[in-house]
């Protein structure tokens, strides 16, 4: 059983920074590629960033490129998402995936590929 819960959402102004967290219960965490996707009010799940199961790659959505930084820990069983300079259009519900155990150094861009969800957390960004 994979179980993943997020925290670090809250409401923030234009240009300021949020660190997003996501726990992790599973066995093998180190062969499973995360991901970070969003969900705005009224549109549908978009991918933001992802990371292969030892950190060696990682991969971020055009929109977010140089202002958001994904990483993980896995001795803490923990993945981040560092958000800086945000805007408007960032807010929505943010969720962490988790993929089922892979081999090599395996990122995923749709969310198709993950098999696991947490709830989600918010972040609103005000002007």
């Known amino acids: 059983q994979v179980q993943l819960v997020e925290s670090g959402g809250g409401s923030v102004q234009t240009g300021e920074s949020l660190t997003l967290s996501c726990v992790v219960d599973a066995r093998n965490l180190n062969e499973r590629t995360m991901g970070w996707f969003r969900q705005a009010l009224g549109k549908g799940r978009e991918y933001v960033a992802t990371?292969?199961?030892?950190?060696?790659?990682?991969g971020y959505a055009d929109f977010v490129k140089g202002r958001f930084a994904i990483s993980r820990d896995n001795a803490k069983s923990t993945l981040y998402l560092r958000m800086a300079n945000l805007h408007p259009d960032d807010a929505g519900v943010y969720y962490c995936?988790?993929?089922?155990?892979?081999?090599?150094?395996?990122?995923?861009?749709?969310?198709?590929?993950?098999?696991?969800w947490g709830q989600g957390t918010q972040v609103t960004v005000s002007s």
């Open positions: 995936a988790a993929s089922k155990p892979t081999f090599g150094s395996t990122v995923y861009y749709s969310a198709a590929a993950y098999d696991h």
């Open positions: 990371i292969s199961g030892l950190s060696s790659r990682t």
